[in-house]
């Protein structure tokens, strides 16, 4: 188990994945996860494909923010919520075939905005794409 330090306690990542049922339909598999680093794939399929046989950029976007969220959920403080405020991503080469893996790290967590960069690479560690997204940090009222 996993103790987040507040009510948040975690059997394992599969329980942190099963929090997005979007992100568990796509076929998003997460791989480990700390406030550190959150890796997880996406494996090539057809159905997941544009022209030519190329993942489509929504699925990688929504891999990419998937993992970025769930960085950004590790590194809140005890008793918040965080919710996509941007994302910005930059496609450098496609996906044809295997998978693509996702590694998201924290670049800044403050009180208010949290920022994480997520690196897509192909099978052969080339970057994919680079997602930056800045989450909000939601404090429920007390």
Do not use: K
């Not at 329980?15 to 979007?22: E, G």
């Not at 590790?74 to 919520?81: F, I, K, M, V, Y």
Request: charged share 15%; aromatic share 2%; with cysteine.
């Amino acid at each position: 188990m996993s103790d987040l330090g507040d009510d948040r306690v975690l059997g394992d990542v599969a329980d942190l994945l099963s929090l997005m049922p979007f992100a568990v339909t796509l076929g998003v598999v997460l791989d480990s996860a700390s406030p550190a680093e959150v890796r997880g794939r996406l494996d090539w399929a057809p159905d997941r494909c544009t022209a030519d046989g190329v993942v489509h950029g929504g699925a990688l976007m929504a891999l990419a923010d998937s993992l970025g969220a769930i960085c950004a959920y590790l590194n809140l403080p005890p008793g918040a919520q965080t919710a996509t405020i941007t994302s910005a991503t930059s496609f450098i080469r496609g996906i044809r075939e295997g998978s693509v893996t996702g590694i998201s790290r924290p670049l800044h967590a403050g009180r208010t905005v949290i920022v994480v960069q997520t690196d897509l690479l192909d099978g052969a560690g080339r970057l994919a794409a680079q997602v930056t997204q800045s989450q909000s940090v939601l404090i429920r009222p007390t």
